[in-house]
Each structure stands twice: as structure tokens, then as C-alpha cells.
């Protein structure tokens, strides 16, 4: 699976042995490197997000794709300039 820019996925140790254990990552992905890499292995950019979904860390990673799990996060609210709140919208 090639995870599409916008999509969360956790990074664990299905990915690679660097994120076993209590170093799992929920990653928003920035980009796909489409170099060719190892069979079945690429290059993510994206950012790591903290509990909240918020984003607290850009990251470049080099995993196994099929080890990436697909994560359905809630809708955050936002408060939009002049104090409205605002849902984005679902892709």
C-alpha cells in the first residue's frame, strides 16, 4: 500500500524494527518519495502527531508499506479568525 498525502497511518513494527515497542508513530503523510527503493519499501514525509492530532514533528521515514496501518481520525474543530468554530471538510 502506498498511503496517499493526507492519510494517517501508524508506523510500527510491522513498518520496521526501529518503531517497535513505545515507538509507534501516528503519521499524517506529506508526501510519497516515487524513487525506487527496495521492493516493497518507501520513503514518507509527513508529521508525527501528538494526542490531540495535533502535528508536533516533521518526519522523513523509510518503511515497509504493507506494515502501514490506515487510521480514521475524528474531525478536529478549529476555531476560524473572529472566534467561529469550523469543522474542515472530509475528504
Known amino acids: 500500500?502506498?498511503?496517499?498525502?493526507?492519510?494517517?497511518?501508524?508506523?510500527?513494527?510491522?513498518?520496521?524494527v526501529q518503531f517497535?515497542?513505545?515507538?509507534?508513530?501516528?503519521?499524517?503523510?506529506a508526501?510519497?518519495?516515487?524513487?525506487t527503493n527496495y521492493p516493497g519499501?518507501?520513503?514518507?514525509?509527513g508529521y508525527v502527531l501528538g494526542p490531540k492530532g495535533?502535528?508536533?514533528d516533521k518526519r522523513e521515514l523509510y518503511?515497509?508499506?504493507a506494515g502501514l496501518k490506515v487510521l480514521q481520525l475524528a474531525a478536529v474543530t478549529v476555531?476560524?479568525?473572529g472566534g467561529r468554530a469550523r469543522v474542515p471538510a472530509r475528504s
Open 79 to 81: 476555531a476560524a479568525p
Open 1 to 16: 500500500m502506498k498511503p496517499a498525502p493526507g492519510t494517517v497511518v501508524l508506523v510500527g513494527a510491522a513498518c520496521s
Open 41 to 45: 519499501w518507501v520513503w514518507l514525509s
Open 54 to 56: 495535533q502535528a508536533v
Open 63 to 65: 518503511v515497509q508499506a
Open 31 to 35: 508526501s510519497v518519495d516515487d524513487r
Open 20 to 29: 517497535t515497542g513505545n515507538r509507534e508513530l501516528r503519521v499524517r503523510v
